[in-house]
């Protein structure tokens, strides 16, 4: 299997004190928007302000078809890999 296409989710957040844009992306072997969504991320932000925000909570979502010679959507930081709970049936 030579299947490597992924899918890239980029998430622009607003920072919650100053409100400068915060991108924080991440990979999945999915599309789906909502999946992504689920995911949590913990953007800094040049001010200094840090906090946990779901994707759900972004400003803009969007998807990228994402070639890689690795399956990085297996890694720790994938989308697929921190859900608060796993989607089930
Ligand atoms: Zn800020």
Redesign the pocket.
């Known amino acids: 299997m030579t299947d490597s296409v992924e899918f890239a989710h980029v998430f622009l957040f607003r920072?919650?004190?100053?409100?400068?844009p915060?991108a924080s992306a991440c990979a999945s072997t999915q599309s789906n928007l909502e999946l992504a969504d689920a995911h949590l991320f913990d953007p800094h932000?040049?001010?200094?302000?840090t906090g946990t925000l779901m994707g759900l909570e972004s400003v803009k979502h969007w998807v990228e078809p994402w070639e890689s010679p690795t399956l990085v959507a297996k890694e720790s930081d994938s989308c697929d890999g921190k859900l608060e709970q796993p989607l089930g049936s």
């Open positions: 920072c919650a004190a100053c409100g400068r915060l932000c040049f001010c200094g302000w």
